[in-house]
Each structure stands twice: as C-alpha cells, then as structure tokens.
C-alpha cells in the first residue's frame, strides 16, 4: 500500500484547485522532489511517491483528480487514494508549501518527508548531484554592461549579450537538465532592460534565483516585482560604511547612497539579501563599520580577501589585495571569518566525500554539479575557471555537460596530478584551479593567493596549539 503522509491533517474540499505557492522552487534529482521555500529560506526532500503527483500540483489541480492519479498509478482504491491525498496535502499547507499557505516560519519534519535546514541539508543534496552529474546550481552571466566602474572588477565591459530568446531557450534546457539553482549576475544585472522578463521566465520554470547585483537600479517596482517571484536572496556588492570609501572603489559617485536605498527597498519587501564585502587594502580599516551597517539593514555579511585577476589576463588588481598583516588580522577574528563563505579547505573533501586519501578526490567539483554561462553563451566549469567547454550557439546544454571533451578531462583530474600535491600545506589550502590559471597560469599548479591564505591559517593554528 503506498502511502505518502502518516500524519492526518485538514481536509480539502474535492473539486477546489489546489496548487503549489508560488515561492517554492523545486527540480527532480534522481527519484525524488527538491524543494526550496523562498518565503521560509528552507530546503526540503520528497520522497518517490510524493515526487509523482509534484508536477501536478505545480500546475494546480483538484483532490477528486489528485485521488484519481493515485488511484491509476499505484492500483488504490477510490478512498485508500482520497484519504491518502488529503494527508499528503495536509501536511503539505502545514509547511506552507500550498498557495493559501506563504507565512514565513519554520516547516517541521514529518514522515515521507526528509528535510532540514541550512548548509548541511543542501550539502547533502549537492553531493547527489555530483554523484548523478546534475547541474544542480548554475551562474548566469547575461550582460557585460554595468553603470559602476569598480577598480577591482575582473569583467570587460559594453561588449554584446545575449538577446531575451537565446536567454529563455537556454534556460528551458537547464530546466530539463535539473538545474534548480540560477544566479542571474553581469556586469550589472540591472542594466538590462528585459532583466524583469528573465527573472519572470526563470520562476515560471520553477527555479530557485539568485540575483548578485550592485544594487543602485533597484526601484521600488523591482523590488516589488522579485517579490512575488521564486528569489531565494540577491546579494549586493558593498565596499565601505561610507560614501567616500564605496564611491572611491565603484567610480561611480552617489553609488553608496543609491546602493543602501535599494538594499533598504529589497528589505521593505521581504525579500533576504546578503551583502558581499570584497576587503581591499584601502577600505580594510572599515570592515567594523561595515558590519554594523549591515546589522542595521537587517543583511547577512559575505565578507572575502580574495580580489581576482581580470579575464583578459591583466593582474594590476593584485595589488589591491589586503595585506599579509591584514589577512591574518581577518582570518583571526572569527565574528568576521566565520561569515566569509569562500571555497572549503581540501582537508574537508574527507569529511563530505568520504575519500579515505585525500589525493584521489578531485581539486575542485565545477563542471560536476556546477557550472557558468557566459554573456556570450559560452560555457564554464564556473565563472572564475576560464576554460570554455562548450557554445551554446553550437551545441544544446545536455550536448555539451554529457559529452564535452574538456568536460571530461576536468573531471578525471585528481589532487595527486597537482604540481602542490605534496604541499605540507595542502589539508589547509582552498586552491582554486581559477586563480591558478588566472595569476599562476596552470590549472595544475598552485594559485599564489590561496597558497598565501594556507599559510596564515597555518600560523594562526599554530599559535593557537601554543597557548
């Protein structure tokens, strides 16, 4: 006997249109529904059988008619199928998962369901993807256009994107690739003028969205707009507690100002924003300030050291990197670091992948369940990995992710074929084959940054073995 819900719970009146709310993102992974509520920020894994009668609900459907798929499905009776659905549902609007439902507090565990919160519920639901090669979380670049001039920014600038069909087309193939997380990033998102047409096409696929913007063009119609839309958060790029330090690094002057009223309109309408924090030599003394100001706005801090060479291969940038002195003094304090979400170290590759010898785990799993899309349509192993592995004007995403050569040779590579396999260092270091490429200029050889990030994390281990 299948059975989707132990828990009897309210009943549904049978011929009342019954649908998923609107905030919920979800895609199949293997056999079973992933779900992410935009409203409560909680992700959840349905079993088989709930997973069946999922795409139903998300186009909207009766009781009478979701007893009836039961019934023809699974061989129930009439009424095994009609109690069976009305707990399913039950349970379902308690977790606030239906249309009549959008309240924002914690969902509870309940059976037929597995689910928890936070890092290690999405974890685990990554590592399935890897297992499955599903491009689970993808990055979307769809414009090189932006109205700041950062000093940092490692993009070029005013070269032609996508148009608003190549966009939709390519997001309806990571739709049926599994694709459940998109982050719609640039240049400056916003600059687009059919920016509210792409995030409108993502949500009616039922993606989970991400949006990394500067935040200066975020109107009160736009942050309405996202709103109503599948937006888990949209990050914003802050640089100083003030005008003068934020303004100095984004070339743009009122940029501080307009930034803190967009983020305070994104705020106003519920909607999660996390403030990236890119720490430069100059604008280090703020970072306390920084942080304050983020409290204050109800945000959650994204602090990081690491500022990248440009794309075209220039490393001027380098220069506005924090200092050694700086970095430890970050890396230190754990009310800021413990918020700094960069790569995990590679000694964590044991604990999450099970390798009992750390060199046969792979350096870096981009192009396993991750990848990125340029403006252009090329593809990525991810943003900051410049090697193109496909066209999308040549070949479809399934082409590309299942059978691409370069795809293939990145995923056979193992720690132990690095030229720093040997580094005493290397259970501390969150190497990135990017930055290797990108400031060393081999993807197998070590990237000076995070060789440099290793050993102040190791100096700061082993004063704290001293007291």
Known sequence: MVRLISINRKEFCMESLIKLNNKIGWRLIGNEIVAFNCATQEVAVFNETAAVLWPLLARGITLHDLASELLKKFGLSYMQAWHDSNVFLGELAEQHYLDDELRCIPMKTESGVVQSDGQQALLSIEMKAIELLIPFAVTFEVTYSCNENCIHCYMEHNLPSLKLHDIRHILEQLSKAGTLFVSFTGGEFFTRPDALSIIKYADELHFTIDILSNGTLITDDVAKELSIRKVRRVQVSLYGATA???????????????????????????????????????????????????????????????????NNGRLDTLELRITNEQLEDFLANRELSETYAGRPPFEEHKLYFGFSNLLEAAPC????????????????????????????????????????????????????????????????????????????????????????IAQVRNKLRRKEEAI
């Open 244 to 310: 003068q330090t934020h303004d100095s690094v984004t070339n743009l002057s009122g940029s501080f100002n307009q930034t803190i009223v967009g983020i305070r309109r994104l705020r106003e309408c519920g909607i999660k924003v996390e403030i990236a924090y890119p720490m430069l030599q100059h604008t280090f003394h703020e970072r306390y300030r920084v942080r304050e100001l983020i409290q204050s706005l109800g945000c959650i801090m994204s602090p990081s050291p690491v500022i990248t060479p440009r």
């Open 365 to 452: 799993y981009s192009g396993f369940n991750t990848c990125a899309i340029t403006p252009v349509g090329k593809v990525l192993p991810c943003n900051q990995f410049l090697v193109e592995v496909g066209d999308l004007h040549k070949q479809t995403f399934k082409q590309i992710w299942r059978n691409s050569s370069q795809l293939q040779f990145l995923r056979n590579i193992k720690i132990s074929n690095l030229s720093c396999a040997t580094c005493s260092l290397l259970h501390l270091c969150a190497r990135c084959p990017g930055l290797a490429l990108l400031e060393g200029g081999s993807m197998f050889g070590n990237s000076p940054e995070n060789c440099r």
